[in-house]
């Protein structure tokens, strides 16, 4: 799934491609693309048609866009987007061939390129939700601000990172905690900061947490300078290109392989039927939790 840098590169995207631009028409090939606009397709590609997209924004995963009427006049609406697994948004020539997993079509009254909707597995989707102005559309108000924003608060984090009773990376995978960050990004993090992911959060110092963070924002911007991570086709940013952060990851995706610290063969672990990477010597296993994976 695209994590901050992915879908920051996209709204980077859609700010030079997309806004300013006026909708002329929306075509949808598959209802699960807006299965997330309750009111259906037709009020959808209605709530679109002849308005203005006037920026791009992102909190976490998410993208939206403001829309403005015909005249300019904000419509207190915006057109939000979730990438899911494999959700693309892209750039293309009118005359470019449709993709093969095509699920909706925006083209411009400019007549300049499209804006396209492409999702493999059909787990993102697209929304025209309520918005006043420029402010984040109600439902994706709960989404943390990431570290990465300059408003972004760390002594209110490392205060409601400490409260908790639960893992460390289950907590940077809380994106009501801290916005942006998956599962490839925490591990990255962690092995940064030499924690293991099963460390108490509730037993973390202040200078763990502090370190943790550093780890945090280091790797999320080191992999936004490269493009992203790309594993495979999937995730593109909207000109088709692939990132390239794949090549400088330290542990995730790197089981048996030697720690670039230490030496040491990283570890593959189930975790929350995903895989989890670590250092066993940078990162050693809480005390309790080894007992508990033993018995």
Request: net charge positive; proline share 5%; hydrophobic share 40%.
């Amino acid at each position: 799934m695209p994590e901050l840098p992915e879908v920051e590169v996209v709204r980077r995207g859609l700010e030079q491609w997309v806004a300013g631009r006026t909708v002329a028409t929306v075509e949808i090939h598959h209802p699960r693309a807006v299965r997330r606009h309750l009111e259906g397709a037709e009020h959808f590609v209605a709530a679109l048609t002849g308005r203005t997209l006037t920026a791009a924004h992102r909190r976490g995963k998410y993208l939206w866009l403001p829309v403005a009427e015909a005249g300019g006049a904000p419509s207190g609406r915006a057109l939000v987007a979730h990438l899911g697994m494999s959700g693309q948004l892209l750039v293309e020539k009118p005359s470019a061939p449709d993709e093969t997993h095509l699920r909706a079509r925006f083209t411009f009254t400019d007549g300049g390129r499209e804006l396209r909707f492409v999702d493999q597995r059909t787990f993102g989707g697209l929304a025209v939700e309520e918005s006043a102005g420029e402010e984040i559309p109600a439902r994706l108000a709960h989404i943390a601000i990431d570290p990465l924003d300059a408003t972004f608060d760390e002594a209110g984090f490392t205060a409601a990172l400490r409260r908790r009773h639960t893992e460390v990376k289950r907590a940077l995978l809380d994106q009501t905690l801290i916005g942006g960050v998956g599962n490839i990004y925490a591990d990255e993090a962690l092995w940064r900061a030499r924690l293991h992911g099963a460390r108490p959060t509730d037993k973390l110092t202040r200078a763990q947490v502090a370190a943790l963070l550093d780890g945090v924002r280091d790797v999320l911007g080191e992999a936004l300078a490269q493009g992203g991570t790309s594993f495979d086709s999937l995730y593109v940013d909207v000109n088709g290109q692939s990132g390239y952060f794949s090549r400088f990851l330290a542990v995730y995706g790197q089981g048996d392989r030697p720690c670039p610290r230490c030496g040491t063969p990283i570890r593959r672990e189930s975790f929350m039927n995903r895989s989890s990477y670590s250092c066993p010597t940078c990162q050693p296993r809480p005390r309790a939790a080894a007992r508990s994976r033993r018995s």
